[in-house]
């Protein structure tokens, strides 16, 4: 059947590579066109006469493409589908099922191919996609110059005829026509993108035929609004139900159909503007149908693939990792890191981050540690690259600084065993890493899958950590590893375009980075005589994260315009017809009216393009714009609703405000930030439903978005007695954001509202070492204090109901009462000693503990803090309250000063202790001379308020309390 010849063409094998995998050639002398596509790449395959039979190019329409009304392009193009459906079931009738659905597989297989190297990988085709229609079908169009009423992007004119009326093609009117067919949750496609109908072809075969026969056309058309039905088509066929009938038959005749298939909807997803949900669900179910299918035991029995291990083990493994660069996409780290290692495992590649000695600079005198990436693949060498020639990649730009080395110069040590520092993989993999020596495990060649994982890797460090210098000095290694060893186009490349994101944010490296994506991007659009060939460029495609040719020119527009190059930034954004990026240019030089005259003369040609009356929003803050452009698109538009959103959020329309984001979100539910600004407006509007939905779509997007964890648990304090979960959602968000204060004075508040003091403890703690040197004394909050201490001193029911038993009672209380001591002690009394509030505290929290001696001590420190201020003279406030902490110093002073104390020989000194009875020794007063301590204090406060408040109140109260004293 020739499945091994289409599980090789999945995962980037050559005819080559299969042939030294198995003694037997004649299993793939098969005569089906996956051979074919394997041997002789897609170009040949659309040229083929199965392609042209299939597609009908030979055929003469009978129907034209008309784009002058947008009711007659409707009509054409349900035309064109049921044309398709036609060839389709008369292919499948004449072949067959096996003949049939491996003819409609290999061709999708073929546009898609096409369509990738047409705009991700080059070189350019040698053909046009317009040779695969039906002969005649596009000779109607409009005439050159003619204008219609097509709905269309602009990116696809040039920026000099915006001043002039469009004149465009009927191939180019085709074009903007099948750009708006792929839209998806209203988020457009790239409107310059190259040979959109094969990106359409492969859709239509490869997912399109195994839905659901129902009748799509009629179900958009109810949907629809002005701007017609296409819009919606080839959404519709992602929503559709896959028909289990033609399923089973098509994955019989074609094993790794179901894999092309989600391919095709990942590649959709690669040319969209933004993150769409309802692909990253059909893509995970399509994922989830293909590992059931084609790696089961049955599958493979079924298929006679059991016989070939190594080939089965490596597609398992690719697999495995374009599952992960899929959640690597979605953000999704967790499900991503999963995959990730379920890819090392079965590729059988050890790998390892060290440290090494090493230099970085010319004129470095001692080697210091580098981390530096040890890998290692299987014993598998049937399948492991081992290159000759010289190998056909983007050239490696040396670095020519005059202080960096090219290179790091590692030293060589005695003991060629590396010491970890920091094993990621180990735990993962129960691998034994021991054979990882230094001296071949960091430079010897290793299988190009595995430098592909090793690249997910890097990926991963930069998704799970800050943006700073430490996570690029993590990802680096990997990177360098992948780079020693050039062995694929497009691997190598992906490697460079990491590399040179990674330095463009080192001042001595940013030269190189900018003139490296220059290279990349040439590599995109022209073919040499001996650069890679389209075959070597697209085997491993899907295993790498590798952009789109307009994307790397964007990066290196952004690079340019990042080192103050504006004007050669603004040349390529116009060359790419990048419209946001030309009106920051214009804006950056000053010239905000070029920009909204350009926006306005595209309009002019162009007056139902959401996306330009969208940026004529942004240019002028004008809601009315933003409105112009959802209903021009028909209602699909989801970044005008965004942007009225947060237009109405800043101007305080809260209903409108949600309202509008409700829109956008319903389409496309894949912006947290959306989430989140509705939230905060439904909690302004005091919607408690609306803000906990949104917030909780917010943390489900981005776990790790503490402001949104501490919004949630807002809502639950304000909306019904979910103090416990809002106490865990408190939780989520200090684990991202530790050092934000507020968040950790309301995790303060609830967890004293709930009866976890311990974490009350905590939390005060923390706000301390986060405030104490800017607010001083007013970082802590005194009454929240008061409450933990009196929840301890005073057995607080919140501490007995977690805590039925006596034992347990008295077992909390002691390590309560000990956490508090440690505050008390270590933390507030060494860092503020300017608060009498503080010391009153304290002083309770000593009586309780019936430490006399240290509570006797803190009311003498809190009336001193307000005895020494020089306002005590003169400010009847502050003299008032000087009075107020006197008398109830002179109070304990009567009540604690007599008290005894016992105490311990430990505590006289040893050279006395001998001359000290025993008896003595045992006891003492808590303060001995209270009754002179007491008249001095009041004595020294009578002679500073004198001369100001004799003949006051609280003066007289001080003559009285020194006649009390005296008949102590």
């Known amino acids: 059947m020739g499945f091994e010849v289409e599980l090789a063409v999945a995962i980037g094998q050559t005819k080559q590579d299969i042939q030294n995998l198995f003694s037997n050639e004649s299993a793939i002398e098969t005569e089906c066109l996956f051979e074919t ?543 946001d990026e030309m009106i920051s240019c214009y804006q950056l030089l000053e010239q905000p009216e070029v920009a909204e005259r350009l926006v306005r003369d595209r309009l002019e040609s162009f007056p139902t393009d959401p996306k330009l009356w969208c940026i004529l929003g942004d240019l002028k803050q004008d809601p009315s714009q933003w409105e112009k452009a959802w209903e021009v698109s028909g209602n699909r538009f989801t970044r005008a609703m965004r942007s009225l959103g947060g237009y109405y959020f800043k101007a305080g329309k809260m209903q409108d405000c949600i309202n509008s984001y409700k829109l956008a979100l319903k389409l496309n539910p894949l912006f947290e930030g959306s989430w989140y600004t509705m939230g905060c407006a439904a909690l302004q509007m005091e919607d408690w439903e609306q803000a906990v939905q949104a917030f909780q779509h917010v943390v489900q997007l981005d776990y790790e978005n503490a402001e949104a964890w501490n919004n949630l648990a807002s809502v639950y304090l304000k909306t019904q007695d979910k103090k416990f979960e809002a106490w865990n959602c408190l939780r989520e968000a200090l684990k991202f954001k530790y050092d934000s204060w507020q968040i950790w004075y309301n995790f303060l508040v609830t967890s004293i509202s709930i009866g976890r003091f311990a974490s009350a403890l905590q939390a005060m703690q923390r706000i301390i070492d986060l405030r104490v040197e800017i607010d001083g004394a007013n970082c802590i909050d005194i009454e929240m204090l008061d409450i933990i201490i009196a929840a301890v001193t005073q057995q607080h029911p919140l501490v007995s109901n977690t805590s039925p038993t006596h034992e347990r009672i008295e077992k909390r209380t002691f390590y309560l009462s000990t956490a508090i001591e440690h505050l008390l002690v270590n933390t507030i009394a060494t860092r503020i000693t300017d608060s009498p509030k503080l010391w009153r505290i304290i002083a309770d929290f000593w009586l309780w503990k019936s430490d006399y001696k240290s509570c006797l001590d803190c009311y003498e420190k809190a009336y001193r803090c307000i005895v020494i201020r020089p306002e005590v003279a003169h400010s009847s406030d502050v003299f008032d309250e000087a009075v107020t902490y006197l008398m109830l110093l002179v109070d304990m002073y009567k009540t604690l000063g007599p008290k005894s104390i016992l105490l311990s020989l430990d505590s006289i000194p040893e050279s006395a202790s001998e001359h000290v009875p025993k008896s003595r020794a045992t006891s003492s007063l808590v303060c001995p001379n209270y009754k002179s301590k007491a008249m001095m204090a009041v004595k020294g406060l009578v002679a500073r308020g004198k001369s100001n408040f004799e003949d006051t109140q609280n003066y007289n109260k001080l003559e009285q309390i020194l006649e009390e004293i005296g008949s102590w």
Request: hydrophobic residues 35%; contains cysteine; proline residues 2%.
């Open 37 to 579: 596509l394997q041997s002789k790449g897609v170009e040949e395959v659309l040229k083929s006469s199965e392609s042209r039979e299939l597609l009908g190019c030979d055929e003469v329409a009978d129907f034209k493409l008309d784009f002058t009304e947008t009711q007659k392009s409707d009509n054409v193009l349900k035309q064109y589908i049921e044309y398709l459906d036609f060839r389709i079931e008369r292919t499948l009738s004449k072949y067959g099922n096996t003949g049939g659905w491996n003819r409609i597989v290999a061709i999708g297989v073929a546009c898609l191919n096409a369509f990738v190297q047409a705009n991700f990988t080059g070189p350019e085709l040698t053909f046009e996609s317009s040779s695969l229609l039906p002969k005649g079908l596009i000779e109607a169009s409009n005439p050159k110059g003619q204008e219609g009423n097509l709905q269309s992007n602009p990116d696809s004119m040039d920026v000099e005829k915006s001043n002039k009326a469009v004149e465009i093609t009927g191939l180019e009117k085709l074009n903007l026509f099948l750009i708006n067919i792929l839209g998806v949750s209203g988020e457009m496609v790239y409107g310059k993108m190259k040979e959109p109908l094969l990106l359409f072809l492969s859709l239509y075969l490869l997912v399109k035929t195994v839905k659901e026969d129902e009748n799509v056309h009629e179900k958009a058309n109810e949907e629809k609004s002005k701007d017609g039905y296409q819009s919606l088509l080839v959404e519709q066929w992602i929503d559709q139900d896959i028909d289990v009938n033609r399923y089973k038959q098509r994955n019989q005749a074609v094993l790794t159909s179901i894999w092309w298939m989600t391919r095709s909807i990942r590649v959709l997803q690669s040319v969209l503007d933004e993150r769409v949900g309802k692909l990253m669900d059909v893509t995970e179910k399509y994922y989830d149908l293909l590992e059931g299918y084609l790696f089961s035991a049955e599958a493979i029995s079924n298929s006679g693939l059991e016989c070939y291990e190594k080939l089965l083990n490596k597609a398992k493994a690719y697999y495995s990792l374009e599952r992960a660069l899929l959640y690597q996409y979605y953000g999704k780290n967790k499900q991503a890191s999963e995959w990730l290692r379920k890819s090392q495992a079965e590729s059988g590649l050890k790998w390892k981050i060290t440290g090494i000695k090493g230099k970085r600079t010319k004129f470095q005198e001692f080697s210091i540690s580098q981390l530096v990436v040890l890998a290692k693949s299987s014993n598998d060498d049937d399948l492991l690259a081992k290159k000759t020639d010289k190998p056909k990649v983007v050239p490696t730009l040396p670095l020519n600084d005059d202080t960096l080395l090219e290179q790091i110069e590692f030293e060589v040590p005695d003991n060629r065993k590396a010491s970890v520092i920091d094993e990621n993989s180990a735990a993962d993999m129960d691998a034994d890493d021991t054979d990882l020596d230094e001296s071949t495990a960091s430079k010897d060649n290793i299988k190009v899958l595995d430098q592909c994982i090793l690249l997910a890797f890097c990926l991963e460090v930069r998704n799970e950590n800050p943006d700073h210098g430490i996570t690029i000095e993590q990802m680096t290694p990997f990177v360098t590893r992948v780079l020693e060893n050039p062995n694929n186009w497009t691997v190598h490349s992906a490697a460079l375009l990491q590399r040179s994101r990674l330095e463009s944010k080192n001042s001595r490296k940013v030269e190189r980075s900018v003139l490296q994506l220059q290279a990349l991007a040439d590599q995109m659009d022209t073919f040499n005589t001996g650069d890679a060939d389209a075959s070597e460029r697209l085997a491993y495609f899907y295993a790498v994260s590798v952009p789109s040719s307009w994307r790397i020119k964007k990066e290196l527009a952004n690079a340019m315009a990042s080192v103050g190059a504006i004007r050669t930034a603004l040349e390529i954004y116009t060359k790419l017809e990048l419209w």
